[in-house]
């Protein structure tokens, strides 16, 4: 009996649990199930052999007597005859030799270019000569392996046109060409295969190395954002907390104030109304004294009735209405407009310092000045760190040497003694590019917050906390840690500054009708920069010539 007759057309293997549709056709009941679940939408049902259609979907019964005859006959050995999943689909790769239904290939052969399942592969196996044939996976595209000009199989390479040809093609229109066996260019081609697989390789290595690292960075910038949200909650806390408590503390002492002075006055007041009762007591005695018609009467009690009692001192009255505690107010205001006008600067500060955080690698160093210039920041000099001889102008942006004293306020962050230095308003992190126009002789620094303001260690570049390129007499020198290093390159009355804070890079330019590099250092930033100044101490030596012509730099507004 054929095996076929009693396998589902659904699955191709033989029926399990048979039901039997309306229309006379057998399945395995979880097969026609799901074929007629997918169908559900429709809500028309079909036979997947026939293609009779049911409007109801039938009801499934296990047709029994079909079951124990599937049952019998794997009893029987029938079971032997190939499972139905052996035979070649619309999508597999078909034995050559089969007759009638084909089998599954298993094998396809480069030399016979045909396909074999394993019952006709046996004699690749068995013949001498077919042993040495080449064996691979099953493939449809054999024909492709025959020249279409010759039909005969390509078995060489064209090197020159890079295409496959057989022996004819190399005698004829390839003649004089590059020509190779196919193993051979197989084998080159295969050696350049693993050098590239190689380099895929290592670049995926490196690109996962690269994306766990920003796995790392997002969980780092996650995590210091979450702190730093945190700690300015608790500074600004702390800091409203401050000024409620100024503020009590204020409003006490005014009441305190208050309350002494109301209680001064009323004492006043009730002693200029006593005072006011007992002369109006008086002037009615003396009303009715007066009208005494008997004159030795008058005389006699005139004496003791004209004396007046000592009058309280008005002179120290001093009216000033609506007055008393005006000027508190305007201390007030004035401390008022103080904290706005540092929450102001210092919003700016946080401002550019939050949104110039940078997260992915830094980037090149840029090549022209049009591309500095895009990171161009405008900078202004800090009037409360400027040395009490420079003076500052054009917005606070010019700095000037004076021989004279200038009346700047006592300030902790003032620079103090020989050198003459000023810092920036402004912080400088992320990327950043400054131009100085200088005349005489200066250094063009960058400077922590925490330098010391005063002795030999506050000069720029004479500690660890400063960088200064020293601009004098048509050379340069730069400074850092005390240590000098002499620098060539064309002198220029304008240096330009660049700093990427997170790259660690800082570089100097000469800037005229082109752009020369001066120097660069690698480092790493700890803090915030800030931009410097700093200018000789020529005056100390008496030379009055020498104010003729006084120091100045100049920080240029970029466009």
């Given at each position: 009996?054929?095996?076929?007759?009693?396998?589902?057309?659904?699955?191709?293997?033989?029926?399990?649990?048979?039901?039997?549709?309306?229309?006379?056709?057998?399945?395995?009941m979880?097969?026609?199930?799901?074929f007629?679940?997918?169908?559900e939408?429709?809500?028309?049902?079909?036979c997947?052999?026939?293609?009779?259609?049911?409007?109801?979907?039938?009801?499934l019964?296990?047709n029994?007597?079909?079951?124990?005859l599937?049952?019998?006959?794997?009893?029987?050995?029938?079971?032997?005859?190939?499972?139905d999943?052996?035979?070649?689909?619309?999508?597999?790769?078909?034995?050559?030799?089969?007759?009638?239904?084909?089998?599954?290939?298993?094998?396809s052969?480069?030399?016979?270019?045909?396909?074999?399942?394993?019952?006709?592969?046996?004699?690749?196996?068995?013949?001498?000569?077919?042993k040495?044939?080449?064996?691979?996976?099953?493939?449809?595209?054999?024909?492709?392996?025959?020249?279409?000009?010759?039909?005969?199989v390509?078995?060489?390479?064209?090197?020159?046109?890079q295409?496959?040809?057989?022996?004819?093609?190399?005698?004829?229109?390839?003649?004089?060409?590059?020509?190779?066996?196919?193993?051979?260019?197989?084998?080159?081609?295969?050696?350049?295969l693993e050098?590239?697989?190689?380099?895929?390789?290592?670049?995926?290595?490196?690109?996962?190395k690269?994306?766990?690292?920003?796995?790392?960075?997002?969980?780092?910038?996650?995590?210091?954002?979450?702190?730093?949200?945190?700690?300015?909650?608790?500074?600004?806390?702390?800091?409203?907390?401050?000024?409620?408590?100024?503020?009590?503390?204020?409003k006490?002492q005014?009441?305190?104030?208050?309350?002494?002075?109301?209680?001064?006055?009323?004492?006043?007041?009730?002693?200029?109304?006593?005072?006011?009762?007992?002369?109006?007591?008086?002037?009615?005695?003396?009303?009715?004294?007066s009208?005494?018609?008997d004159h030795?009467?008058?005389?006699?009690?005139?004496?003791?009735?004209?004396?007046?009692?000592?009058?309280?001192?008005?002179?120290?009255i001093?009216?000033?209405?609506?007055?008393?505690?005006?000027d508190v107010?305007?201390a007030?205001?004035?401390?008022?407009?103080k904290l706005?006008?540092?929450?102001?600067e210092?919003r700016?500060?946080?401002?550019?310092?939050?949104?110039?955080v940078?997260?992915?690698?830094s980037?090149?160093?840029?090549?022209?000045?049009?591309?500095?210039?895009?990171?161009?920041?405008?900078?202004?000099?800090?009037?409360?760190?400027?040395?009490?001889q420079?003076?500052?102008?054009?917005?606070?942006?010019?700095?000037?040497?004076?021989?004279?004293?200038?009346?700047?306020?006592?300030?902790?962050?003032?620079?103090?003694g020989?050198?003459?230095?000023?810092?920036?308003?402004?912080?400088?992190?992320g990327?950043?590019?400054?131009?100085?126009?200088?005349?005489?002789g200066?250094?063009?620094?960058?400077a922590?917050?925490?330098?010391?303001?005063?002795?030999?260690?506050?000069e720029?570049?004479r500690?660890d906390?400063?960088?200064?390129?020293?601009?004098?007499?048509?050379?340069?020198?730069?400074?850092?840690?005390?240590?000098?290093?002499?620098?060539s390159?064309?002198?220029?009355?304008?240096?330009g500054?660049?700093?990427?804070?997170?790259?660690?890079?800082?570089?100097?330019?000469?800037?005229?009708?082109?752009m020369?590099?001066?120097?660069?250092?690698?480092?790493?930033?700890t803090?915030p920069?800030?931009?410097g100044?700093?200018?000789?101490?020529?005056?100390?030596?008496?030379?009055?010539?020498?104010?003729?012509?006084?120091?100045?730099?100049?920080?240029?507004?970029l466009?």
């Amino acid at each position: 009996m054929d095996q076929t007759k009693f396998c589902c057309s659904v699955c191709l293997d033989l029926l399990k649990d048979p039901v039997t549709i309306p229309c006379g056709h057998s399945y395995c009941m979880n097969c026609i199930k799901s074929f007629w679940d997918e169908e559900e939408k429709k809500k028309i049902y079909s036979c997947p052999q026939c293609r009779q259609t049911f409007t109801a979907r039938p009801v499934l019964e296990k047709n029994t007597m079909l079951a124990d005859l599937v049952e019998e006959l794997k009893k029987t050995g029938l079971q032997a005859a190939p499972a139905d999943h052996c035979y070649a689909g619309p999508e597999d790769v078909a034995c050559d030799v089969c007759t009638g239904r084909k089998m599954k290939a298993f094998k396809s052969c480069l030399v016979c270019l045909a396909s074999y399942c394993e019952k006709h592969l046996q004699t690749h196996y068995d013949s001498p000569p077919l042993k040495k044939h080449k064996l691979v996976e099953p493939s449809k595209k054999l024909q492709e392996n025959i020249c279409s000009r010759h039909d005969e199989v390509m078995k060489m390479f064209c090197r020159t046109d890079q295409q496959s040809i057989c022996f004819l093609c190399s005698v004829d229109e390839h003649k004089g060409h590059d020509t190779v066996s196919a193993a051979a260019e197989r084998t080159e081609r295969q050696r350049e295969l693993e050098v590239s697989r190689q380099n895929i390789q290592q670049r995926i290595q490196d690109r996962e190395k690269d994306v766990k690292l920003l796995q790392q960075e997002v969980e780092a910038i996650n995590q210091s954002a979450d702190q730093t949200v945190e700690h300015s909650e608790k500074f600004f806390t702390e800091l409203i907390h401050l000024i409620q408590k100024r503020s009590s503390d204020v409003k006490q002492q005014i009441r305190s104030q208050q309350e002494t002075e109301v209680s001064r006055v009323k004492e006043l007041q009730e002693k200029l109304e006593q005072e006011i009762t007992e002369l109006k007591r008086k002037d009615a005695e003396l009303k009715q004294l007066s009208h005494t018609e008997d004159h030795i009467q008058f005389l006699h009690n005139y004496p003791s009735l004209s004396a007046l009692s000592e009058s309280t001192d008005s002179s120290s009255i001093n009216i000033r209405p609506l007055s008393y505690f005006e000027d508190v107010t305007a201390a007030v205001s004035e401390v008022r407009d103080k904290l706005q006008d540092i929450l102001r600067e210092e919003r700016t500060n946080i401002s550019l310092t939050v949104t110039e955080v940078d997260v992915l690698l830094s980037q090149p160093e840029p090549k022209t000045r049009a591309g500095f210039l895009k990171y161009s920041r405008e900078i202004t000099l800090d009037p409360n760190t400027a040395n009490t001889q420079l003076l500052l102008s054009e917005g606070n942006r010019k700095v000037t040497s004076m021989k004279q004293q200038q009346s700047y306020s006592d300030h902790p962050d003032r620079f103090t003694g020989w050198w003459l230095q000023v810092l920036s308003r402004e912080s400088l992190t992320g990327r950043c590019y400054w131009e100085v126009e200088w005349r005489g002789g200066v250094y063009v620094a960058v400077a922590y917050k925490n330098i010391s303001r005063k002795g030999y260690e506050s000069e720029f570049g004479r500690n660890d906390k400063s960088w200064a390129l020293e601009c004098y007499n048509n050379s340069f020198t730069f400074w850092y840690n005390n240590i000098q290093t002499r620098v060539s390159g064309p002198c220029s009355s304008r240096v330009g500054v660049y700093l990427d804070h997170r790259a660690g890079i800082l570089s100097f330019y000469s800037i005229s009708e082109t752009m020369t590099l001066l120097h660069r250092v690698q480092t790493t930033f700890t803090q915030p920069l800030y931009a410097g100044l700093c200018f000789y101490f020529r005056f100390l030596f008496g030379n009055d010539d020498v104010y003729c012509y006084p120091d100045t730099a100049e920080l240029i507004e970029l466009k």
